[in-house]
Structures are given as structure tokens and as C-alpha cells.
């Protein structure tokens, strides 16, 4: 972090860890969703379980991008990051 060369290291896995925990607790909500959307028999939410299911896969995707090493390279794919 440029701002703060102090916390240089730590603010990186600080933010990996938000990132994982976020990530479990979603999981958590979206299996206990699934479960109480299966044993309703009349009500049916099919735009909110539609929603749900696509910020499921976009925050699966973003956890799959996450590089849990820093390296003192540049890299050409992270441009605008700090």
C-alpha cells in the first residue's frame, strides 16, 4: 500500500481475510436459502432465488481470482491497483 508503507504486508492478508470469511458466510446464507426455498411448498420467489444464484457464481468467480501470494513484479492484468 502505497499510502502506508507500514502496513505494507498486513493489510494484504487483513483483506484476503475479510475476502474468505465474506465468501463463508455467503455460503453459509445461500445453502440455508436453498434449504428453506425447498421446503416451502406455496410460496415461490423464482426472481429472488434467480438473484441470488448470480451473486452465488459472480462472488464464486471473484474468489477464484483471488491470488492469496503477493509478488514484487508488476503485473500487465493489475494496472489500476495501488
Not at 423464482?46 to 503477493?70: D, K, P, Y
Request: proline share 4%; glycine share 10%.
Amino acid at each position: 500500500m502505497s499510502v502506508f508503507p507500514s502496513a505494507d504486508p498486513a493489510w494484504f492478508y487483513l483483506h484476503v481475510f475479510c475476502q474468505v470469511s465474506a465468501y463463508a458466510v455467503g455460503v453459509a446464507g445461500w445453502g440455508t436459502g436453498l434449504k428453506l426455498g425447498s421446503q416451502s411448498k406455496r410460496v415461490k420467489y423464482s426472481s429472488h432465488r434467480n438473484i441470488g444464484i448470480a451473486l452465488f457464481v459472480l462472488a464464486t468467480v471473484q474468489q477464484g481470482c483471488v491470488r492469496v501470494g503477493e509478488t514484487d513484479q508488476p503485473d500487465q492484468n493489475r494496472t489500476y491497483f495501488i
